[in-house]
């Protein structure tokens, strides 16, 4: 029965683990579920190497694959380069004119190349992430899900995000994305199903929802 299940890989966001999908059920007799993860980055590695390593950790042909974020980039990106059956990314963008003002002035002024990593506190100033970072505390989800935190790592995931150069939205990708997002805002993101209220880490605030539809999502 085993050879039957359909495999679904998941991409957490920039800086999360994998344990962001820990509320998320599917039907064990249909669905065979690989948790993807970070690792570091070489040094100067572009996205596309990156992901031709990350690659390598899939091991299935026709999978869906959902990417949370940043995690969502990568999903396309790896989208490139194999078989997939369906796309869904999630709190993220689709192509370049999605990113929100901020993000395209930080890029337009390369301030980002020499702002301290140091800490992750940090990162979040960098981007004007307060707010996110507060939800993050109130909710005690910063030291569960947020331990991705190497320095270089943010360095490059911030650079690979502000410069992904993709223009046209991809065919046949499913958009899911909530209005309430501080990081990716909605006015900015088009043709998407969006969740009323929900926030930039609603995959897990929000995991009751995706339970009940995202399978019929998937199966659509």
């Known amino acids: 029965m085993g050879n039957n299940k359909q495999h679904i890989y998941l991409m957490p966001g920039l800086g999360a683990n994998s344990l962001i999908f820990e509320y998320l059920q599917f039907p064990k007799d249909k669905y065979c579920i690989h948790l993807l993860d970070w690792f570091m980055p070489i040094k100067n590695e572009s ?13 299935h042909e026709n999978i869906i694959l959902i990417g ?21 990314i999630i709190s993220s963008i689709k192509n370049k004119k999605e990113l929100p003002k901020n993000f395209r002035l930080i890029r337009a002024t390369n301030i980002h190349k020499i702002f301290p990593m140091s800490t992750f506190n940090n990162f ?4 004007k992430y307060s707010k996110i970072d507060k939800i993050y505390k109130r909710i005690n989800l910063a030291d569960r899900y947020l331990t991705v935190r190497d320095k270089d790592y943010l360095k490059w995931s911030i650079n690979c995000l502000l410069n992904w150069d993709q223009e046209k939205t991809l065919d046949n990708i499913v958009h899911i994305h909530g209005n309430s997002d501080h990081i990716f805002p909605i006015k900015y993101i088009k043709n998407s199903i969006v969740i009323e209220n929900g926030r930039h880490e609603m995959i897990i605030t929000r995991a009751k929802w995706f339970n009940q539809n995202l399978i019929k999502i998937i199966e659509n």
């Open 68 to 88: 949370v974020s940043f995690g969502g980039v990568i999903a396309q990106e790896l989208s490139r380069l194999m078989s997939i059956k369906k796309l869904i």
């Open 124 to 127: 979040f100033k960098f981007l």
């Open 47 to 59: 996205l596309n190497d990156y992901c031709i390593r990350l690659s390598n950790e899939i091991k």
